[in-house]
Every structure is written in structure tokens, then in C-alpha cells.
Nanobody
Framework: QLVESGGGSVQAGGSLRLSCDADSGLDRRCLAWFRQAPGKEREGVATIVSDGTSRYDDSVTGRFTISKDDSKNTLYLQMNNLKPADTGMYYC?????????????????WGQGTQVTVS
């Protein structure tokens, strides 16, 4: 089970930090944050693997940072310099079995999402 928190409403240029608490039994070899805007497909934002290596979508590179605390089974997404285009529901994902970590179809465990609104 995955549970996200930390979403909210901010003005452009502001910051938010999302958290995702994960059950210890989940496969966490590759963890990810996705987002989905109304009427759009769910898109990958950032991924992190067991050794801490992270990757980002070009739209958030330099502004977002994904991290994890294995001792707490928690995944984070620090979002700085937020833009209206960042608005959407943000989901954390685990239990990856796909071929490309930025595709939602490769993940088999999802949280319920947390809303981020940037005005």
C-alpha cells in the first residue's frame, strides 16, 4: 500500500514537498512519481532506483528532486519553482515490472494521489 501526502495549492514560483509512505513488503527496486492533469494521460515525473540513482522528465529537471528514506519506507518529491503546468494529481508508484520506468503500465502498486494546484 502507498499513501501520498503533501499536496496543496500554491502560487507560481512556490514550493511543495510530497511524501509517500510505502508498505515494507512492496517491491521498491524502482519507485516513481507520476502526475495526471484533467483530460490527460498519467505521465512520469521522476524515478529512483535502489542505489539512489534518479531520473527526471525534461519538464521538471532542475526544479524537482526525488529522494527516499529506506529506514522510513518513504518516498519524497521536492518541487520548487512550481508552474501552472505542474497542476495535477500526483501519484507514487512501486512494484515495477516494465521495460521503461516512465511508463505507468509498468507499475503494479499505486497510491490514491495527492492534488497539486499551481495558480
Amino acid at each position: 500500500q502507498l499513501v501520498e501526502s503533501g499536496g496543496g495549492s500554491v502560487q507560481a514560483g512556490g514550493s511543495l514537498r510530497l511524501s509517500c509512505d510505502a508498505d515494507s513488503g512492496l517491491d521498491r527496486r524502482c519507485l516513481a512519481w507520476f502526475r495526471q492533469a484533467p483530460g490527460k494521460e498519467r505521465e512520469g515525473v521522476a524515478t529512483i532506483v535502489s542505489d539512489g540513482t534518479s531520473r527526471y522528465d525534461d519538464s521538471v529537471t532542475g526544479r524537482f528532486t526525488i529522494s527516499k528514506d529506506d529506514s522510513k519506507n518513504t518516498l519524497y518529491l521536492q518541487m520548487n519553482n512550481l508552474k501552472p503546468a505542474d497542476t495535477g494529481m500526483y501519484y507514487c508508484a512501486a512494484d515495477w515490472r516494465g521495460a521503461y520506468p516512465f511508463l505507468a503500465s509498468g507499475y503494479h502498486s499505486w497510491g490514491q494521489g495527492t492534488q497539486v494546484t499551481v495558480s
